[in-house]
């Protein structure tokens, strides 16, 4: 995503400055060209030296240095870059930035700069809360081309702890990614079911299967980076979705079969899409038992169970023709027969089919092997890869 890629990064003069010849090993690593300016504070916490080591090119600090590539560096560089990022981002910076201040070489460097500009906040958390820092955070998120990170919350270099901290070199990196790969789902919403459910017999115990939820947790994932504002209504597992820090995924946790079901009927209305990838039950038991139930002494015990929603088939029935609607099909013998059949009776645009009977292809793997089945009866099967890919593939066919 990055290979190829032009980057500026712009360091201001604050502590998290230490942090950034990590930014830009992250940014190299990736295969990314990184250029580097600073303001003359920035330069009491990291030296020209090391920046200039990781990045392999001069750094500019100065606006009039004889020693600069062109006599307009601050034109040259924004033509030269795909992205500009500036971290750790001041009180002074920003407010430079809001007020088109350019007297540095990095003000300067950010006016000139019509693509995109990532902005990694990074101050005392009563700077933070100033009405005038955030009235600045304000102007700049309102410019077409930027975009301000939140900021962390934590320990401070001044002894307290609160709001604050720059978010740590990865997050700046992964939003990096994000603002360079194209994004087709951008202003699109998206619901995603994932996981197990549990079906309580009684406090202690309850009906369940395998699942894990990697596969919806995968698509949740993806499609944040697409720029899909994303609903993961998420079963009980222990897995949780890579936090996305340009398009938060909405987790609503839910249990059983009729949780899901609730939070799925809740949501659809208001989506343009929903990827219905959960192992739901079937049935859940009729009565559940108020206090654990006890062994009998009876060779056999009985529980009564009674069929659950069908959460495809019910939103099928409301989907409008504006809305999107894929299922899945998990299945042990006769998977396209199935799978067919589930397509056209839940009213399903597509519906990924996989099998148990292909290694790798199960609950809780890593890898999926699957077959899309669109309304128009054509098929196209993928081979083994892992979760992430599948991911990928599905997506590339509904949009």
Known sequence: MLRGKKIIVGISGGIAAYKIPELIRLLKKAGAEVKVTTTNHALEFVTPLVLETLSGNKVYTDVFATGNDHTTEHISLPDWADLMIVAPATANIIGKMAAGIADDALSTTFLAMRKPVLVAPAMNDKMLAHPAVERNLQIISGYSNCTVLPT?????????????????????????????????????????????????????????????????IAIAEEAARRGAQVTLILGPTALRPEHNLLHPIEVVDVCSAMEMYEAAMAHFPEQDMAILSAAVADYRVREVAEQKMKREHT?????????????????????????????????????????????????????????????GAGFGCDTNKIT??????EEKTFELKSKQDVAKDILDHIV
Request: aromatic fraction near 4%; charged fraction near 20%; proline fraction near 5%.
């Open 372 to 377: 899309l089945l669109f309304r128009s009866g």
């Open 299 to 359: 060779e056999e015990m009985t529980l009564s169970l009674v069929q659950n929603p069908d959460i495809a088939a019910s939103l099928g029935a409301i989907k409008r023709a504006d809305q999107k609607l894929i299922g899945f099909a998990l299945e042990t013998h006769n998977a396209m027969q199935h799978g067919a059949d589930k397509l056209i009776r839940k009213n399903l645009d597509m519906i990924v089919i996989n099998s148990l009977q292909d290694t």
């Open 152 to 216: 962390a919350e934590g320990f401070l270099a001044c002894g307290t702890t609160g709001k604050g901290r720059m978010v740590e070199p990865i997050a700046i990196f992964e939003a990096a990614k994000d603002i360079l790969t194209p994004q087709p789902l951008l202003g699109k919403k998206l619901l995603i079911s994932a996981g197990p459910t549990q079906e309580k017999i009684d406090p202690v115990r309850y009906i369940s299967n395998y699942s894990t939820g990697k596969m919806g």
